[in-house]
């Protein structure tokens, strides 16, 4: 019903379920506090997000602890195999990452060499501390 002060009432019909639940994990998650919610959407009543966490939040109200649904072992084990495809993906792009970064090494290294032996100079450091000959500041005979 709408009065002057464009006061609208609502019922609980009016929210979705998925509308309730992403609000109860709003706040249970800590993002919002139980009244930033109800000023966030616009949630007239003082217990209606309660009753929301008391219906759908992993809080035990009763016993005033919070649990977790057990997972039964097919859902473990569908767990275990979504990451095992996941980690499995990510092995095979680093291999190939791999694969292209040796080959990209092996490409470099037949390029410095080409270079050294066209140029007829040394790129690659030598092991030893002195610099070659050529590189080497002529002294002037006075």
Same mark, same amino acid.
């Given at each position: ?60 109200? *009763? ?8 997972? #039964?072992? $097919? !859902? ?6 979504? +990451?095992? =495809? ?31 032996? *066209? ?8 092991? #030893?501390? $002195? !610099? ?6 002529? +002294?002037? =005979?006075?």
């Amino acid at each position: 019903m709408e009065t002057g002060n464009n006061y609208v009432r609502r019922t609980q019909k009016d929210y979705s379920l998925h509308f309730k639940i992403q609000i109860v994990k709003e706040i249970e998650s800590g993002t919002l506090g139980l009244q930033q919610a109800r000023k966030k959407y616009g949630i007239q009543g003082d217990n209606t997000v309660k009753k929301w966490l008391q219906k759908y939040g992993n809080f035990d109200w *009763e016993n005033q602890t919070s649990f977790n649904m057990p997972k #039964s072992p $097919e !859902q473990r084990i569908m767990e275990l195999e979504a +990451k095992v =495809k996941l980690l499995e993906k990510q092995k095979a792009q680093l291999e190939h990452q791999r694969y292209i970064a040796d080959q990209k090494s092996i490409i470099f290294d037949m390029m410095i060499d080409i270079a050294e032996k *066209e140029y007829e100079i040394d790129i690659r450091k030598n092991s #030893s501390s $002195e !610099q070659s000959g050529s590189t080497q500041p002529k +002294k002037k =005979k006075a």
